[in-house]
């Protein structure tokens, strides 16, 4: 049994993760630059070079993202092993995985979810080894690789948030999104150094958030 992606569901998976690493990494500095201008903080001309380099930054690193996942997602290959270990192929090499290197079987959840292999620290006697393997969701053969490493490895499932903490959160995000300008306009009258240490404060919140 051999598991690996096609061309094209390597090139649409690479595509979609190079999108959403990109929202995630700049969905904040352009919260920032935004509300910065709307507290006049920023003038407009600047604003808008300011603006226009994000969107050209973003634009560049989902063309090298996609690039990137690409070629290592076409070269990704999983085959078993006797024991319940691995035989991985990367771009950067083989590595050959004894099934008591492996310590943990986690399934991602999500469009770009699929299982992530957690190995023993040094598994291999190399520093430069691989801590985490992850298989991505689909392509030839992935069912029949999950259940052949839930045989010898219980596969552990997604973590789910319950319904009342999504409802509350997806709450919580609306709320900001209309009341927080306001809020921040309201602020920015009393004390400027308060309103834009509250943006600093949103802005970690929000990498730390779209990091996980």
């Not at 509300?35 to 973003?58: E, N, S, W």
């Not at 834009?196 to 779209?210: D, E, H, N, P, T």
Request: some cysteine.
């Amino acid at each position: 049994m051999v598991y690996r992606l096609d061309a094209d569901a390597a090139g649409a998976r690479a595509r979609w993760s190079a999108l959403a690493a990109t929202f995630g990494a700049m969905a904040p500095a352009l919260f920032t630059a935004v509300t910065f201008g709307k507290l006049g903080l920023v003038p407009r001309v600047y604003l808008g070079i300011v603006l226009g380099l994000l969107l050209l930054l973003a634009s560049v690193r989902i063309v090298a993202g996609y690039r990137r996942l690409r070629r290592h997602l076409e070269a990704f290959c999983v085959s078993e092993r006797e024991g319940g270990g691995l035989s991985v192929t990367t771009r950067l090499g083989q590595y050959e995985i004894a099934g008591e290197s492996i310590t943990r079987v986690r399934e991602l959840g999500g469009v770009l979810g699929g299982l992530r292999v957690e190995l023993a620290p040094g598994w291999d006697g190399s520093r430069d080894s691989p801590e985490t393997i992850d298989i991505p969701r689909g392509g030839d053969a992935y069912a029949q690789l999950r259940t052949s490493l839930a045989r010898a490895h219980p596969v552990e499932p997604p973590r789910k948030r319950s319904r009342a903490a999504r409802v509350a959160l997806s709450v919580a995000v609306i709320a900001g999104i209309f009341f927080l300008p306001f809020f921040l306009d309201a602020i920015f009258g009393k004390s400027k150094v308060v309103a834009v240490a509250l943006v600093l404060v949103v802005w970690a919140g929000l990498r730390l958030m779209l990091r996980r």
